[in-house]
């Protein structure tokens, strides 16, 4: 498969991961939009929110959970973070692997 995120839980590109668990890798966005800006992505190949299926409850229960225990290890929790999934070219998604962005560090304006 020829996707980036794969390649990156994989270990087959350098990446600054933040944390890693059997479902999950978390790293740094290479061009972040705020002080903190990471991507939080299945290690598993998913697709966008779009092609989202009942099975799939458990991964998007999970990434969520994940970015709120992300958002305390990091220290932005007390403070505040913006989730975002982005969905279709439109909305600036450029690798079609389901990814939740996790933003904090300043005030975020829309």
């Known amino acids: ?5 794969c390649k990156i839980a994989n270990k087959e590109i350098n990446s600054e991961i ?3 668990d059997d479902n999950f890798v978390v ?3 290479i061009n972040p939009k705020a002080p903190v800006h ?3 992505v299945p290690k598993i190949h998913i697709g966008p929110v779009n092609s989202l299926v009942l099975k799939d409850k458990e991964t998007i229960s999970g990434i969520i959970l994940k970015a709120k225990e992300i ?3 990091v ?5 505040g973070y913006r989730l975002i999934f982005n969905v279709g070219k439109d909305a600036g998604m450029e690798v079609n692997h389901l990814h939740l962005h996790l933003l904090a560090g300043k005030p975020l304006q829309f």
């Open 75 to 79: 220290g932005v929790a007390e403070n």
């Open 18 to 20: 933040v944390s890693e």
């Open 27 to 29: 790293f740094k966005d």
């Open 71 to 73: 958002a305390e290890k």
């Open 1 to 5: 498969m020829d996707c980036i995120f």
């Open 38 to 40: 990471l991507l939080i």
